[in-house]
């Protein structure tokens, strides 16, 4: 498998930028800060993100271990963005997503997103101690930008990712993506006593495996991860 070392050979900036993936990059980068909820952001802040996730990438290329800090970080993305997600995502927006069929996201949570974020959430838990009579709406929106924020950087890595040869058929990106979900979701309904969508015999846990397999550079951690848990239900991962 390729690495990083092919944005090595980028050595100056219009190579970069001319380069099919740096137009790709650029691109999402265009969208997202123009076409989502991202484009409420200051322009100061909007530099600070895009400023930050080029850094990563560079420092990537730099790396011995670069296939390694790339998945690191893609993990990491991917996990932020769920735990803000299951927070505000709702029914509506839950039935247009590739994991719709899934019974264990409700798209419900932010009718407890005070409880919610209080027990599981140490950012929008700050803001509610700092500022009691924060309405529900605006943590709602809060974790939305955070949500926007975390996918910028997952779905830029991503790209990066495919683009190293780092690829799967089935590609092993959205399984992952709705494993996190489930997994956040349940932790959120475990903290505040919410009803549990997963059965009796299914543990959330083992769907934050899928985290683990994809941190430490596993080849194909959708495949690993299905056959060390074949009773384990993905939408986005069924044939």
């Not at 803001?127 to 929106?141: C, F, H, M, P, T």
């Not at 993506?177 to 932790?187: F, G, R, S, T």
């Given at each position: 498998m390729r690495i990083l070392g092919f944005i090595k050979r980028w050595n100056?900036?219009?190579k970069w930028e001319t380069s099919v993936l740096g137009q790709a990059l650029a691109e999402h980068t265009q969208k997202c800060f123009n076409?989502?909820?991202?484009?409420?952001?200051?322009?100061?802040?909007?530099?600070?993100?895009?400023?930050?996730?080029?850094?990563?990438?560079?420092?990537?290329?730099?790396?011995?271990?670069?296939?390694?800090?790339?998945?690191?970080?893609?993990a990491g993305w991917v996990a932020d963005?769920?735990?803000?997600?299951?927070?505000?995502?709702?029914?509506?927006?839950?039935?247009?997503?590739?994991?719709?069929?899934?019974?264990?996201?409700?798209?419900?949570l932010y009718h407890h997103i005070r409880?919610?974020?209080a027990a599981e959430n140490h950012y929008l838990a700050?803001?509610?101690?700092?500022?009691?009579?924060?309405?529900?709406?605006?943590?709602?929106?809060?974790?939305?930008?955070?949500?926007a924020r975390a996918l910028y950087y997952a779905n830029g890595f991503n790209m990066v990712r495919i683009e190293t040869g780092d690829r799967t058929k089935p590609d092993w990106y959205k399984p992952f993506?709705?494993?996190?979900?489930?997994?956040?979701?349940?932790?959120v309904r475990t903290s505040i006593k919410?009803?549990?969508?997963?059965?009796?015999?299914?543990?959330?846990?083992?769907?934050?495996?899928?985290?683990?397999?994809?941190?430490n550079g596993e080849e194909d951690p959708f495949f690993t991860w299905a056959r060390a848990c074949p009773d384990y239900y993905l939408a986005s991962g069924a044939p």
């Open positions: 100056d900036r219009w076409e989502t909820i991202l484009s409420g952001l200051p322009q100061d802040r909007k530099d600070r993100v895009i400023g930050d996730f080029y850094e990563r990438l560079a420092a990537m290329a730099q790396s011995p271990t670069g296939f390694l800090d790339l998945r690191k970080s893609l963005y769920a735990k803000y997600q299951v927070l505000c995502l709702t029914e509506s927006e839950k039935a247009v997503a590739s994991y719709r069929e899934n019974q264990y996201v409700s798209g419900e409880a919610a974020a700050q803001i509610i101690r700092a500022d009691k009579s924060v309405a529900d709406g605006e943590l709602i929106s809060l974790a939305n930008m955070e949500c993506i709705e494993a996190m979900l489930v997994y956040y979701e349940d932790n919410l009803p549990q969508l997963l059965p009796e015999n299914r543990f959330g846990v083992l769907y934050s495996g899928f985290f683990n397999l994809v941190f």
